[in-house]
Structure formats: structure tokens, C-alpha cells
């Protein structure tokens, strides 16, 4: 409600400040907010918004639990994800996906954890060795990048001198 109230006003500002001032700056500048929607409540979705993902917004201890949808059924899964789709990724978007991974780990593990304690078979078991298998080839795909970083700077394959073992 204060968000709107903010806007109102600001827009009441810029139709009098523009009022004003007269001429062409007034005319381009009621051109421009009075081309605006009065009560436009559509939403529209611009193509590049699409790509990016966040995550559903819950509190407290629901983070560590799955869908009540999904309790008590065999969920379907996609595939891990292989290195070779991993490299394709940028920094940032490894660093995403690894919290996201991450949370996902922590949840099923928690399921896991719930469904030994009732005595019962953990739905779809496969998740969680997918997720591990991921969050491994990551590692592999971070550690082949800072290989490739260490040696364009120093000119040393070996992260130490002397060091035969990675």
C-alpha cells in the first residue's frame, strides 16, 4: 500500500515539475508518463527473465523436506549431470548450481535419515546418488579449471613443486 502511495506521488511530481517547466521538455515528458497504464495489473515476462531460476521461498525446517505432494510416492528424475555438460557452464552458474545441489543433497538426506527412523524404504533412492555423482563431477570440472588457471599463470601443472601426486 506505501509503494503505492510512493508512486502516486512521485508520478503527481513529475506531471508538475514537467508542467512547469513548459515547451517541448513538458510535452515529452507528459508524452512519456502519460503513455503509461493507468491500472495495468499484467505482468509481462521478458524472454531473458525466463533463463533465470530461483528457488521456492520457504522458512525454517521445510528447506530439509520434500514436496508433501511427493510423500510416500517414487518421484521421477532426470538424469545426473555428466562433466560434459558441466563445462559447458559458466563460474557463476557452477556456483549456483553447487547451492542448489547442495540443498537438494541436504534435503534427501534428510529423507533418508526420517525414513530409516519409521523403518521404511526411502522413496526414490536414486535421487540422492545422482545428486552426490553431480556435485562429484563438479568438483572434477572445478578442479580442471583452477589446473588450467594455475598453469596459464605460474607455468606449474603441479598445485606444490615437488608434489607428484595430482
Known amino acids: 500500500m506505501a509503494l503505492t502511495a510512493v508512486c502516486r506521488r512521485l508520478s503527481t511530481v513529475l506531471r508538475v515539475t514537467g508542467a512547469s517547466r513548459g515547451g517541448a521538455a513538458a510535452s515529452a515528458s507528459r508524452g512519456i508518463i ?3 497504464p493507468k491500472k495495468s ?3 509481462k515476462i521478458c524472454p531473458c527473465s525466463v533463463l533465470l531460476h530461483t528457488s521456492v521461498s520457504r522458512k525454517g525446517l521445510e528447506e530439509f523436506f520434500d514436496n508433501p505432494k511427493n510423500w510416500g510416492k517414487e518421484v ?4 545426473s549431470w555428466t562433466v560434459e555438460q558441466l563445462r559447458g557452464k559458466s563460474s557463476d552458474d557452477l556456483h549456483k548450481l553447487w547451492y542448489v545441489l ?3 543433497r541436504n534435503m534427501l ?4 535419515q526420517e525414513s530409516k527412523r519409521q523403518s521404511q524404504k526411502m522413496p526414490s533412492p536414486e535421487r540422492l546418488e545422482k545428486v552426490i555423482k553431480s556435485m ?3 568438483d572434477q570440472v572445478i578442479q580442471e579449471r583452477e589446473d588450467a588457471l594455475r598453469l596459464l599463470q605460474t607455468g606449474q601443472e603441479k598445485e606444490w613443486p615437488g ?3 595430482t
Do not use: P
Open 34 to 36: 502519460g503513455d503509461w
Open 41 to 43: 495489473t499484467e505482468v
Open 76 to 79: 521421477k528424475s532426470g538424469d
Open 102 to 104: 547442495l540443498k537438494e
Open 109 to 112: 538426506l534428510t529423507l533418508e
Open 136 to 138: 562429484e563431477r563438479m
Open 163 to 165: 608434489n607428484g601426486d
